[in-house]
């Protein structure tokens, strides 16, 4: 999976289960303070991240430092590598 | 504003004031006595539903005493009985707010944050009828308890900006309604409150006079918002309060 494709399903599943309009969703947006999600909307995000990628997301640290939609894309980006490590 | 104005809007601020502390020190203590005498022959769950219609008499009474310079209008679009418990949803403006919900026919509690508890005597009768501090709660300790609120029969209200806007322009939604809401399966209630953001301001006690709007629409139905998650459903409230404010703002 590119790069380009992680960040438009991404976005999607922010158009999709958030209603956020698409020009909101710039790399640099803030998911708490531009978006509007707060801590537990998080939960919602990664249940839909998972669905969206076929990956499963622990609890694990990485996830509490997400800020940006750039972390996200960064963070699926690393667990789809993982994945594919894994498999090969 | 003019020397005369300032001269009656102080004339006015006086007689709120001193009537507001005069009937609470009356009616305070009596409404005590009324819900201790009924203790002595009704349950705890039968005592706590008297309390909680003190406390609406109680605001009833509070929101008169300003009449005629500042009323109180109760707009029910609704249509839905006062049979089942509901989780009223509101902007907020106001310190006036709180008091307002008197027009609320159900028996309800509201949450608050941690100021409202800290207010000499009201604050005392808010924790003693159940009223929730969300902010002293963990979110498990919190739903636990409002769902058996609800369970109860008891509506809950909700101000969900957290804290005042003080304008006409509506802060962003916290999600805890909403996720009650989707845990509890209980009816969402939007509530627009218009032409009390000067009664009092922000930062301020100073009441000026004006009509204050409290409109109620539809119920929203479990199975309208079961497929949403509290993101997006708080965002459809949101939406629903703001064009409903906008219509009222616009003289309808």
Same mark, same amino acid.
């Not at chain 1, 803030?30 to 990956?55: E, K, M, R, W, Y």
């Not at chain 2, 209200?157 to 009650?180: C, D, K, N, V, Y």
């Given at each position: 999976?590119?790069?380009?494709?992680?960040?438009?399903?991404?976005?999607?599943?922010?158009?999709?289960?958030?209603?956020?309009?698409?020009?909101?969703?710039?790399?640099?947006?803030?998911?708490?303070?531009?978006?509007?999600?707060?801590?537990?909307?998080?939960?919602?995000?990664?249940?839909?991240?998972?669905?969206?990628?076929?990956?499963?997301?622990?609890?694990?640290?990485?996830?509490?430092?997400?800020?940006?939609?750039?972390?996200?894309?960064?963070?699926?980006?690393?667990?789809?590598?993982?994945?594919?490590?894994?498999?090969? | 504003?003019?020397?005369?104005?300032?001269?009656?809007?102080?004339?006015?601020?006086?007689?709120?004031?001193?009537?507001?502390?005069?009937?609470?020190?009356?009616?305070?203590?009596?409404?005590?006595? &009324?819900?201790?005498?009924?203790?002595?022959?009704?349950?705890? !769950?039968?005592?706590?539903?008297?309390?909680? *219609?003190?406390?609406?008499?109680?605001?009833?009474?509070?929101?008169?005493?300003?009449?005629?310079?500042?009323?109180?209008?109760?707009? $029910? !679009? #609704?249509?839905?009985?006062?049979?089942?418990?509901?989780?009223?949803?509101?902007?907020? !403006?106001?310190?006036?707010?709180?008091?307002?919900?008197? /027009?609320?026919?159900?028996?309800?509690?509201?949450? /608050?944050?941690?100021?409202?508890? !800290?207010?000499?005597?009201?604050?005392?009768?808010?924790?003693?009828?159940?009223?929730?501090?969300?902010? #002293?709660?963990?979110?498990?300790? &919190?739903?636990?308890?409002?769902?058996?609120?609800?369970?109860?029969?008891? #509506?809950?209200?909700?101000?969900?900006?957290?804290?005042?806007?003080?304008?006409?322009?509506?802060?962003?939604?916290?999600?805890?309604?909403? *996720?009650?809401?989707?845990? #509890?399966?209980?009816?969402? /209630?939007?509530?627009?409150?218009?032409?009390?953001?000067?009664?009092?301001?922000?930062?301020?006690?100073?009441?000026?006079?004006?009509?204050?709007?409290?409109? *109620?629409?539809?119920?929203?139905?479990? $199975? $309208?918002?079961? $497929?949403?998650?509290?993101?997006?459903?708080?965002?459809?409230?949101?939406?629903?309060?703001?064009?409903?404010?906008?219509?009222?703002?616009?003289?309808?």
């Amino acid at each position: 999976m590119t790069e380009q494709e992680i960040i438009e399903k991404t976005n999607k599943v922010f158009e999709e289960s958030f209603e956020i309009e698409k020009k909101r969703l710039v790399p640099e947006a803030h998911i708490f303070t531009d978006l509007g999600l707060d801590s537990l909307d998080i939960v919602d995000l990664i249940v839909a991240l998972q669905n969206a990628f076929g990956v499963q997301i622990r609890a694990e640290e990485k996830v509490r430092e997400i800020r940006t939609l750039q972390d996200i894309y960064r963070f699926i980006s690393a667990i789809k590598n993982e994945k594919s490590k894994k498999s090969s | 504003m003019t020397m005369p104005a300032r001269f009656l809007l102080f004339v006015l601020n006086l007689y709120v004031y001193a009537f507001v502390l005069l009937i609470s020190a009356v009616a305070i203590p009596a409404l005590t006595l &009324f819900v201790a005498f009924t203790r002595l022959f009704l349950s705890h !769950r039968g005592t706590m539903k008297r309390f909680r *219609r003190a406390i609406s008499w109680y605001g009833k009474l509070i929101t008169a005493i300003p009449y005629p310079f500042i009323r109180l209008r109760y707009e $029910d !679009r #609704s249509k839905n009985g006062p049979g089942e418990p509901y989780i009223f949803v509101s902007n907020h !403006r106001s310190a006036s707010d709180a008091f307002l919900m008197c /027009v609320l026919p159900h028996e309800c509690v509201q949450i /608050v944050n941690i100021w409202p508890f !800290r207010i000499p005597v009201l604050g005392l009768y808010a924790r003693l009828s159940g009223y929730l501090n969300i902010r #002293s709660m963990s979110h498990e300790q &919190f739903m636990s308890e409002a769902k058996e609120l609800l369970s109860n029969g008891v #509506s809950i209200i909700f101000f969900p900006e957290g804290t005042r806007s003080a304008s006409r322009t509506m802060g962003s939604f916290h999600g805890a309604a909403f *996720r009650l809401a989707l845990e #509890s399966k209980a009816a969402v /209630v939007p509530l627009c409150i218009a032409g009390n953001e000067h009664i009092p301001p922000k930062g301020s006690l100073l009441l000026r006079p004006g009509t204050i709007r409290v409109r *109620r629409l539809p119920a929203i139905a479990w $199975d $309208d918002y079961k $497929d949403l998650n509290a993101f997006t459903f708080k965002n459809r409230v949101w939406h629903i309060i703001e064009n409903e404010l906008s219509v009222m703002e616009s003289g309808v």
